[in-house]
T-cell receptor, first 116, second 114 residues
Framework: AQTVTQSQPEMSVQEAETVTLSCTYD???????LFWYKQPPSRQMILVIR??????QNATENRFSVNFQKAAKSFSLKISDSQLGDTAMYFC?????????????FGTGTRLKVLA | DAEITQSPRHKITETGRQVTLACHQT?????MFWYRQDLGHGLRLIHY???????NKGEVSDGYSVSRSNTEDLPLTLESAASSQTSVYFC?????????????FGPGTRLTVT
């Protein structure tokens, strides 16, 4: 069975600084997707970034980038130039790419606070 | 614009009562999911459906049921509410077949069982 671990329950960062959130996962599958979702105080879940396991290049979306290490089963999220609006709960999620399978396995989340 | 909605947004009920949480999506997605969110556990999958008349149990399905009679709706029923089911419930949907896996989430329902 797949598992997803986020070992940092809470983190804080100064505005404009860079922060990295860690995520590790365990799977015997070779093809899968990994995601980072953001949940601000409004509770709405928002997709931040997605990585396909067959792609060696790390995904980037503006100030958000990932460090995907397939052999180490690690998928960390880097937030550059942190903004107050980045304050949120961040969840890492795994989805098997096997045909007909679309469900996620989530980590327990990291609460990030950006300090002014 | 397409969206996914949940109702009610807040619900207080008593132990032993049957409760139904509604989820409606206009994305025309085949896949729909119900999660519960609890401190220290993240989001855990309760039930999911990959199409009309299809339902499957997730990791925390005991005490919950779903039915899928059309593409748009996946109501979640708590047969006999228990205090352990006090939680925030999220519904989500996604495309199937060649899609890149993104799930679209509803705004959540906060359920309190007293």
């Amino acid at each position: 069975a797949q598992t997803v671990t986020q070992s940092q329950p809470e983190m804080s960062v100064q505005e404009a600084e860079t922060v990295t959130l860690s995520c590790t996962y365990d799977t015997s599958e070779n093809n899968y997707y990994l995601f980072w979702y953001k949940q601000p105080p409004s509770r709405q879940m928002i997709l931040v970034i997605r990585q396909e396991a067959y792609k060696q290049q790390n995904a980037t979306e503006n100030r958000f980038s990932v460090n995907f290490q397939k052999a180490a089963k690690s998928f960390s999220l880097k937030i550059s130039d942190s903004q107050l609006g980045d304050t949120a709960m961040y969840f890492c999620a795994f989805m098997n790419q096997r045909s007909g399978t679309y469900k996620y396995i989530f980590g327990t989340g990291t609460r990030l606070k950006v300090l002014a | 614009d397409a969206e996914i909605t949940q109702s009610p947004r807040h619900k207080i009920t008593e132990t032993g009562r049957q409760v139904t949480l509604a989820c409606h999506q206009t994305w025309n997605h085949n896949n729909m999911f119900w999660y519960r969110q609890d401190l220290g556990h993240g989001l855990r999958l309760i039930h999911y459906s990959y199409g009309v008349q299809d339902t499957n149990k997730g990791e925390v399905s005991d005490g919950y049921s779903v039915s899928r009679s059309n593409t748009e709706d996946l109501p979640l029923t708590l047969e006999s509410a228990a205090s352990s089911q006090t939680s925030v419930y999220f519904c989500a949907s996604s495309e199937s077949g060649g899609a890149r896996g993104e799930q679209y989430f509803g705004p959540g329902t906060r359920l309190t069982v007293t």
